[in-house]
Every structure is written in C-alpha cells, then in structure tokens.
C-alpha cells in the first residue's frame, strides 16, 4: 500500500534515466552541434580560431602541464556526470551528507542548492556534464588568451562547486581527512584555474615559490588532523577510521583486483593502527618540511614523495574514488600530486618554449584544435545558459514521476458523495459542476505524509490565479478520527483555512467509509494506532467524470514538493486549469 514514506528512489530509474539521456545526448547535443558550427565557421572567416597548444606561441612547461593535466581531469569529471545515477542522486546522495558540521549560513547554501537540484534534476545534470566536457576540452586544445579565459572560467566554476557542491572540501566535517578527501579536489582546481588565467611569465617565476608553501602548509594541517584520538586513526580493530573506510569503499562496485588491494589496506590499518598512522603522519612532516626549508629548495625529493605518496594513498585510501556510479571526480589526491609535478624545480623553472617540432604538422594540429575548441566553447556556452535558465523556469516532474510514475488518463464517473465540511456546511461533490475538482484524502492525525500532501495542494492553490475555477477537496481518512474538531485541528495545525475554495469533508463513519470503498482507498488502524495508513492517491474530476488518477506517496527527504506541484499543474493545465 503506498504511504508512510516506505518507498525510496531508484537512482536509476529507467523514466528519468531516458529523460536524462534525451537532454543530454539529443536536445544539449543539437544545440552544441548547431552553437559550434557556427562559431567555427566565424573563426574561420575571420582568422581568429584556437591555437592548439604551444605550436605559435611560446608556453612554459608547467603551465603546459597544469593545462592538459587539469584539462584531462575536468574531461573526466565531466565523463563521470554522465552516469545514469547523477540527475536522482547528486543532490540527496552526494551534496546532502557533506551538510554535516558545516556553518548554519553554509548548511542553508547548500540545502537550498539541494532543492535547487531537485527541482531540475535533469536539466542541470545534463549542463554540469556538457559543461566540464567543455572546459576540459577547451583547456586541452587551447593556449595563449584563450587559454587565459578558460582557467578563470574553470576556477569560477570550481569554487563554487567547493563551497555548494563540497561544504567546503569537508573542512568542517568530523574526521576530516586528507586520506578521506579533505580538503577537497575542487580546491586544487579552483588554484589551478587563478594560475592559468594569469601570464604565462608571472605563473613560471612564481608559481614554484607559492605552490611549495601551499602543499606544505596544507601537509602540516593534514599531519595535525590525523593526530587527535577521537578521529579513529590510532584505534586498532574494527574501530580504525581508515579500516571502516575501506569496509565500506571495497562494497562498490568496481574491479575485484581492486577491492582486494582496498581491503587488504583496511587490514593492515586494522591489524597496526597506531604504527599505520605515525608512517603517515612522518611522511606528512617530513615533506611538508622538506618543501617549504630553504636550504630544500631546488631538490626535487619532497615533490617526488608527495607526488608518489598521493598515488599511492589514491589508491589505498581513496579506492581510486571513481567507482559506485555517483563519482563526480577523482578525489583530492590526484590533483594535489598534480600540483606537486607541476610546482617540481626543473620543470616549473623552465623558460618558455618557442614552439616545438611535431609529427603531425602544424596545420593539421592547428585545424583539429579549431574544431574541437569550437564545439567545447558551444558546450560551455549552452549548458552555462541552459543551468542559468532552470531555477526561473517552472520545477520539473522528474522527482515526482521518479517516485511515483506517471498518472493515469481515465474517463470513468466520479461517485458523488455528500459530507460536512469544515465549517460544519453540507458539501456535495459536483456541486458546482463549471468546476474542475482535486479530490484526496487526509488523514487529520497523520504526521508523515498527509502534511506533505496538505502543502502540495497549498502551494498549488497559491500558484494558481485566483479566480481559477479549482475546488480542493479532501476526506477524513481515519476511522477514530473523523470528527469535525479532528479535522479542524488538522487545518489549524498546517494553516490551511486561508486556501482557496478547499473543503476537508467528513461525517459519520458508515457515509465515509462508502467513499473510501467508492475511489478504491485502502484504510487500515486499529483502535490503539495513533494514525491510520492509507493509500494516497489524488484525482482529478471534472464534468463529473474522473479524469486522472494520480499516485502521490511523498518522500520528504527527496524534496518533492515542487515536482509534484508541478505535475499537479501539468494535468491541470490539460484541463484547462492552468
């Protein structure tokens, strides 16, 4: 029997994944196909097209290698959105845990992003992914001004993920880590990105000197936050925080070679905590120290250990991070030893290149990087439109429909039934046969999913103009408490008495139990319960005739509201409600 918030989602329920599929690879795809095109073309008729890499323009080393590195990664990142779980799941099952811990002002952002999200599941899932593609693209075949852009973009972009998307890399979060994720990955984007859009002669004479600071001050907290006791680091047993872990990582799905390795890592952190984890605070130390003591400076060991380190720890700690079907990047460690590469003495103190031999010739680098660009600048643009456009436009179905499935198209006669309002007056169903009707049924004691319904059909009344010809109607749906004062107290509770032309009926038990068997509602309690439980379904009525048939079984956690408001107004408006 539907209600009671006993249904969960499937984050990949086959509805929305085709939804998903659609906008991303049919509807963002033509507009990408059509954007490009034309962008191409005015590069061409121009003579301003993309350069592709350092063929006509000298390029540091490192700048080289952050852009194709980071390039890759957003490339990745963007490949990772793509999965089917991504438009049902990133909102509630990603960004919703990271919440924990964070700042009152933070937990608001991010909740209201979370509603943001599932509102427009679809349409944003399918702009995140088009526009990472994009700007990994953009920063793999592009350098110079272009490239200049892009790292700003990339760095904009990357923040506010950090701080909407990450709760700020989990720095407020109990028992943060830097094996578990701290402070982030999109932070080492975000620094990237500032340095890229910077001269590439300012990124070569300074980056070493601040990038060696930033990963040693960033080693040095990390060696800190693994010193408490209470963070589980020291424990030996099932208590160990990295064992935990990696019980939990090993469990999703991916490779077997790699679960094992996982786990047998989780063993040995089982089995010698406090000597697993004075190994890895020592390597923390020892080179936090070793890159930021100047008489250190230009040796390319404390670069080398935190480079392989973080490979390492990826691997072992992070299970590589990629698996489960909600992956939205590699994690934190990559980037870090990415960064740790690009800030090495001998290839960040290289001068620019002034352009290099290649295989292919230039021409041809040249042309591939113009059209490849072209299209990665249309993704960008059209999924930065299409995600800037969702939170105005009205709230998709896709959450409701997910839950519940689509209504049901019907043309039977609605059974008429006369009960007692809640002002105590007579109230006929049709009674007011010009009028298109919302019939439901409401428990008055019901603290789970009759309040929700309550607020669906509240919001509804108040989105609608006023002289709209809609009559709300609900029924008592609860055979111990049926009566007017139950009723009442129900309205009063969840202020309903100022909505619009909406009756919540009862009347003696016999004469509601008729209605229930008449719409097929399922009511079961007995006498010490403290609420029913029954079906919650919606109908809509009009000429006297049942025109849909609507299963709404709420989940609050999941913030339906909005989507099912809106699939009530969508089966309105084809009733010329709207």
Request: proline letters at 6%; glycine letters at 10%.
């Amino acid at each position: 029997m539907p209600g009671m918030n006993l249904k969960s989602l499937n984050l990949t329920n086959p509805f929305v994944v085709d939804l998903f599929r659609h906008a991303t690879f049919v509807t963002l795809l033509v507009w990408l196909g059509a954007i490009g095109a034309v962008i191409l073309l005015v590069g061409l008729v121009t003579g301003r097209v993309f350069r592709f890499n350092s063929t006509s323009t000298g390029e540091a080393p490192a700048r080289r290698f952050l852009r194709w590195s980071f390039g890759t990664l957003w490339l990745l990142d963007g490949l990772l959105q793509f999965q089917s779980a991504m438009p049902l799941g990133l909102g509630n099952d990603v960004v919703g845990p990271l919440r924990s811990g964070t700042p009152g002002w933070l937990h608001h952002l991010m909740s209201s992003a979370i509603a943001v999200w599932n509102a427009h599941p679809v349409t944003l899932a399918a702009g995140v992914s088009w526009l990472q593609v994009g700007l990994g693209v953009l920063l793999l075949t592009s350098s110079g001004p272009t490239s200049r852009v892009v790292g700003l973009l990339s760095a904009l972009w990357a923040a506010l993920i950090w701080t909407v998307g990450n709760g700020f890399g989990g720095v407020f979060a109990p028992g943060a880590s830097l094996l578990f994720g701290w402070p982030g990955a999109t932070i080492f984007y975000a620094y990237v990105g500032v340095w890229l859009a910077v001269d590439g002669e300012r990124l070569r004479s300074r980056f070493p000197a601040v990038s060696r600071y930033v990963l040693g001050g960033l080693l040095a907290v990390g060696a800190i936050l693994q010193v408490p006791p209470g963070t589980g680091f020291w424990r030996t047993g099932a208590a160990n925080a990295w064992s935990s872990m990696a019980s939990t990582m090993s469990a999703v799905a991916q490779p077997s070679w790699l679960a094992s390795v996982v786990r047998g890592a989780g063993h040995v952190a089982r089995v010698g905590g406090p000597v697993v984890n004075l190994v890895v605070i020592s390597w923390m130390l020892v080179t936090a120290v070793g890159l930021v003591w100047r008489r250190v400076a230009g040796r390319r060991w404390p670069y080398l250990s935190l480079a392989i380190g973080a490979a390492v720890l990826w691997v072992l700690a992070q299970d590589a991070a990629v698996f489960g079907g909600l992956a939205t990047d590699v994690n934190s460690l990559v980037p870090l030893g990415l960064v740790a590469v690009a800030a090495m003495p001998r290839l960040s103190g290289e001068r620019l290149s002034t352009g290099r031999r290649h295989r292919i010739p230039r021409e041809a680098w040249s042309s591939a990087s113009a059209v490849a660009a072209s299209f990665a600048a249309a993704a960008v643009i059209v999924a930065a439109s299409a995600m800037a456009w969702a939170p105005f436009a009205g709230a998709e179905t896709t959450m409701f429909l997910a839950q519940n499935g689509p209504a049901t198209s019907t043309n039977v006669p609605a059974r008429p039934f006369t009960l007692i309002d809640q002002n105590g007056a007579s109230y006929t169903l049709g009674q007011r046969p010009d009028r298109v009707t919302v019939l439901t049924f409401l428990d008055p004691m019901c603290w789970t999913d009759c309040p929700l319904l309550a607020e669906q059909l509240k919001i509804l009344r108040s989105e609608l103009p006023a002289r709209a010809p809609l009559d709300i109607v609900a029924v008592a749906a609860d055979p111990y408490h049926e009566t007017l004062a139950n009723v009442r107290h129900f309205m009063s509770l969840h202020r309903l008495f100022g909505v619009k032309d909406f009756y919540f009926v009862t009347g003696k038990l016999p004469a509601v139990r008729a209605v229930w068997r008449a719409y097929g509602i399922e009511v079961t309690m007995k006498p010490t319960d403290r609420m029913s439980i029954h079906s919650d379904f919606m109908f809509i009525i009009r000429g006297g005739r049942i025109r849909w048939i609507i299963g709404d079984d709420p989940l609050s956690a999941t913030s339906l509201t909005s989507s099912s408001v809106a699939e009530l107004r969508h089966l309105l408006a084809s009733e010329g409600i709207a």
